[in-house]
């Protein structure tokens, strides 16, 4: 849902371009559009069917074999009633309470308590205490980065209990995973509970907050900016971060000792999903400062679409691929395999090397070359709230001359390998594909709203001069 967000520019600055003025548009930042029907209609809607999805899917793996239809044809048919299935279901047990209080407490210490020492020593690496962007109330915020050391030191303690001290079974996520399912859920709906409570009580910063006198946006979208606890612990950089994404790769490596233990063996594809998305989990962590202009921390609020999103949505669906391996053992031909491998390696290529270009840009102030030119950029203007104008250049070289978000392109690439390692027996794992399609087609409309706004006919000569937002003469 929310926490594997893809980067977009952050309000102060074009979706490919930097901004040279001290002040942004306050306007511009948080929610894209007031709660019109369609709007208060999409949030009911997700309130009332995302965890459903969710618990479908597990569900379905659970008790069908990862079929999403005989669950669908057996209450048709009248084999089986709701009850039966959801009698079915194990319930939250006192040891999935214990493994996952323990699995958010040690996140909390790693976040709170242990500063970061990596870019002490990892060259190009940038963490430890680092700034934010400008917020609505003018502020600047700093930020502890050490996801990347919270990471590390969190699948060394994987990897030793897994090789000398065996305090627990490598496959303890597995065999616990739908009660540990709904203790996600009590996390996630108690942190976007007391978000909107703080935001309407305590808030950390009044002037940050938005109030749309509907319940349900505000409680989804949330009413805080940037809540935080004391000075250092943020809602958004935790929960976007930590639990869920250091997860990601937990999840998958008990999948596969589970795969392991049943049939003796790691299948091919098994190690391919583990490969490719642990490579997008280290490359979120790499880059955590530079996550700290995107749009989750520079535009989104703190609501349920972020807190239940990260601590639910995130790790149960985004690992769907390795859970539906444990139930198929998909053993891929070595050339089906390399091709898969070769998609995921090229759609991460991409999706780097694009924002990197964009990096540059930014940095530089244009004074750069990509692709071995001089980059091309259209220059335009806006005004900011407090009546200023301000400058901006519109890159239109290297990949964001391709397309104008050409940085999803390579996600989806990458996203479409996850999948395609699965093989073509079931729907379930395509799930994953068809999310990341919606959610960043739904990304770019959103983003180039605002920039339409924001720059009126600039952005229009900006549209002129790269026509496609995704597929070069497709879309």
């Known amino acids: 849902m929310a926490a594997k967000s893809q980067p977009s520019a952050p309000k102060t600055k074009s979706a490919n371009g930097l901004t040279n003025g001290k002040a942004a548009a306050q306007g511009q930042w948080g929610r894209a559009w007031e709660v019109d029907w369609f709007s208060l209609a999409s949030v009911v809607f997700l309130l009332l069917f995302a965890p459903f999805i969710v618990y479908y899917f597990v569900m379905a793996c659970d008790q069908y074999s990862c079929s999403l239809t005989a669950p669908v044809v057996d209450l048709a048919t009248g084999r089986a009633r709701l009850a039966d299935i959801w009698a079915k279901t194990p319930p939250v047990t006192t040891k999935a309470a214990q493994i996952y209080a323990a699995w958010v407490t040690l996140q909390v210490l790693l976040y709170m308590l242990l500063p970061d020492?990596?870019?002490?020593?990892?060259?190009?690496?940038?963490?430890?205490?680092?700034?934010?962007?400008?917020?609505?109330?003018?502020a600047v915020n700093k930020y502890e980065i050490n996801g990347l050391q919270a990471w590390l030191l969190t699948h060394l303690l994987w990897f030793a209990n897994a090789h000398l001290f065996s305090w627990f079974s490598p496959t303890i996520i597995f065999d616990n995973w739908i009660p540990l399912l709904w203790c996600a859920n009590i996390l996630g709906y108690t942190v976007s509970t007391f978000a909107m409570v703080k935001?309407?009580?305590?808030?950390?910063?009044?002037?940050?907050?938005?109030?749309?006198?509907?319940?349900?946006?505000?409680?989804?979208?949330?009413?805080?900016f940037n809540p935080r606890i004391g000075k250092w612990f943020d809602f958004k950089l935790f929960f976007n971060g930590r639990p869920g994404i250091v997860a990601w790769t937990l999840i998958n490596l008990s999948f596969a000792a589970k795969q392991q233990e049943l049939y003796g063996h790691v299948t091919n594809s098994m190690v391919l999903v583990n490969v490719l998305q642990a490579i997008y989990v280290l490359d979120f962590f790499w880059?955590?400062?530079?996550?700290?202009?995107?749009?989750?921390?520079?535009?989104?609020?703190?609501?349920?679409?972020?807190?239940?999103?990260?601590?639910?949505?995130?790790?149960?669906?985004?690992?769907?691929?390795?859970?539906?391996l444990v139930y198929h053992p998909v053993q891929l031909p070595s050339s089906y395999a390399l091709g898969v491998l070769l998609l995921g390696?090229?759609?991460?290529?991409?999706?780097?090397?694009?924002?990197?270009?964009?990096?540059?840009?930014?940095?530089?102030?244009?004074?750069?070359?990509?692709?071995?030119?001089?980059?091309?950029?259209?220059?335009?203007?806006?005004?900011?709230?407090?009546?200023?104008?301000h400058h901006s250049k519109l890159l239109v070289s290297g990949f964001w001359g391709v397309a104008r978000h050409f940085n999803y392109t390579g996600d989806l690439m990458g996203s479409l390998a996850y999948c395609l390692a699965c093989?073509?027996?079931h729907l379930l794992p395509y799930f994953y594909i068809i999310f990341m399609a919606i959610l960043l087609t739904h990304?770019?409309?959103?983003?180039?709203?605002?920039?339409?706004?924001?720059?009126?006919?600039?952005?229009?000569?900006?549209?002129?001069?790269?026509?496609?937002r995704l597929l070069p003469g497709i879309f």
């Open 117 to 138: 020492f990596c870019h002490k020593f990892l060259p190009g690496y940038v963490g430890g205490v680092q700034e934010g962007a400008v917020t609505p109330a003018g």
């Open 199 to 224: 935001g309407y009580l305590f808030p950390t910063d009044a002037r940050e907050c938005k109030f749309t006198g509907n319940f349900f946006y505000n409680y989804m979208m949330g009413v805080e």
């Open 287 to 324: 880059n955590e400062t530079w996550y700290l202009k995107t749009i989750d921390i520079c535009h989104d609020h703190f609501g349920w679409y972020l807190g239940w999103g990260d601590c639910v949505w995130l790790p149960y669906l985004y690992t769907l691929q390795g859970l539906y």
């Open 345 to 389: 390696l090229l759609g991460y290529y991409i999706f780097r090397v694009t924002n990197h270009q964009k990096d540059l840009f930014r940095r530089t102030d244009g004074r750069c070359l990509i692709w071995g030119r001089k980059p091309k950029a259209i220059e335009c203007s806006y005004t900011s709230a407090d009546g200023q104008k």
């Open 423 to 425: 093989g073509g027996g």
């Open 443 to 468: 990304r770019c409309l959103r983003d180039e709203h605002r920039c339409a706004n924001k720059y009126g006919r600039d952005w229009e000569r900006y549209t002129a001069a790269v026509p496609y």
